[in-house]
């Protein structure tokens, strides 16, 4: 399967991609090989990564979930590096979902001013959208991935075997990424619509990483053309925190499809986005996620965390929308009236 070059590395298939990481560990002579993984990828991925790879790595383990992704989680990893005598010609392997290579990724980035890293996404949605883009981070102070750096892996191997153990509700919570992609780029938009029975398979991640790695290949720290990628995430993203403490916690897609509703709507009313497609995308997502119920009190709520959104400018609430689907525009700014009036359409419909 082709290589998807991106910056300055690539994103390899299957064989392909542990062959080059056997060579980049060859060629580089890293001093140590560390495998981050989480106390589900270690059950479930590293057998898969062991018998591709004839090599000696210590293995870290963390504790799973959004609720760890933080700087104390990091601490525990700098210090395990630290105490194992990891050097800067070190390597950090992360083999997980967009959790592990979201704050593997910080993690290599910042200790000793930056070691190498390579990706090995395990989720649907860390393969077509975590892992490539070198955005990388942790939450802080309830604020999603409000410490972080833009740095490249070395590599990106997209391994289809590792889904084979994930769950429907994770599955589910990428295919959300996945549909994002197509609404952004209109590629395969008919198709998704037309068989909600398929989720992923490997033309639709195949053209989902496309899409992202064309966008971020054209603006990487996001000056304009990358915020498309945020479609659905200033709602969804609030949604996401909002959640984060409670019973009702969200993953990240089930947020991010609420919050794509939402801003489809958005556009229907700011843009004039057909509402015949809002209508066809609120019934196609309603297929995968349940409604996220909230109360007025919430509602205040997402309203103080869309405030606090890396995106924003000058304190105001800014949102990309489409004019239709595979056309879209940044930086709109929209009342409160009216985020009112999309939530609304959200629940009601
Ligand atoms: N950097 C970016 O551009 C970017 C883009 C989108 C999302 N993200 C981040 O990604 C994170 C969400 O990623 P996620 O949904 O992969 O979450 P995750 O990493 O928490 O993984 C979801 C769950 O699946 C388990 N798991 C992972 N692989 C498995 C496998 N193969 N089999 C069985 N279980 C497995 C994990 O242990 C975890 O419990 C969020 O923190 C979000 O902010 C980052």
């Not at 940044?330 to 629940?347: C, F, G, L, P, W």
Request: charged share 25%; hydrophobic share 40%; with cysteine.
């Amino acid at each position: 399967m082709k290589e998807i070059v991106s910056s300055n590395y690539s994103i390899f298939f299957n064989n392909d991609g542990y062959l080059k990481l056997l060579e980049l560990i060859y060629k580089l002579k890293y001093s140590n090989v560390f495998v981050l993984v989480d106390e589900n990828t270690e059950v479930k991925c590293l057998n898969i990564l062991l018998s591709k790879l004839n090599q000696k790595f210590s293995v870290i383990k963390i504790k799973s979930g959004e609720e760890n992704k933080n700087l104390s989680t990091c601490n525990y990893v700098w210090s395990f590096l630290n105490n194992n005598n990891a050097d800067r010609k070190s390597l950090l392997i992360n083999l997980g979902g967009g959790v592990i290579t979201d704050m593997g990724g910080f993690i290599a980035s910042t200790y000793k001013r930056g070691i190498d890293f390579v990706n090995i996404p395990t989720t649907l949605l860390s393969i077509i959208d975590a892992s490539i883009g070198s955005k990388t981070g942790v939450n802080f102070n309830q604020l999603k991935n409000n410490i972080g750096t833009f740095t490249d892996p070395k590599l990106v191997i997209i391994d289809k075997k590792y889904l084979e153990t994930l769950d429907e509700k994770n599955l589910k919570s990428g295919y959300a990424e996945i549909f994002k992609h197509s609404l952004i780029s209109g590629k395969l938009f008919v198709k998704l619509l037309s068989d909600p029975k398929i989720i992923y398979n490997h033309e639709i991640i195949y053209n989902s990483i496309n899409v992202k790695n064309n966008i971020v290949l054209r603006d990487r720290e996001e000056s304009n053309l990358r915020k498309s990628l945020n479609f659905g995430h200033t709602i969804g993203h609030a949604y996401e925190s909002l959640k984060m403490k409670k019973k009702d916690k969200l993953l990240h897609g089930e947020a991010i499809a609420a919050g794509m509703i939402i801003e489809l709507y958005l556009s229907h009313i700011v843009l004039n986005f057909p509402k015949k497609t809002v209508n066809e995308c609120n019934k196609h997502l309603g297929l995968f996620f349940k409604k996220i119920k909230t109360t007025d009190l919430e509602i205040d709520e997402l309203f103080r965390l869309m405030e606090f959104d890396k995106k924003n400018y000058k304190n105001e609430i800014n949102f990309v929308l489409l004019n239709e689907v595979g056309s879209f525009k940044t930086d709109v700014n929209v009342s409160r009236e009216k985020i009112t009036e999309a939530i609304k359409y959200y629940q009601n419909n």
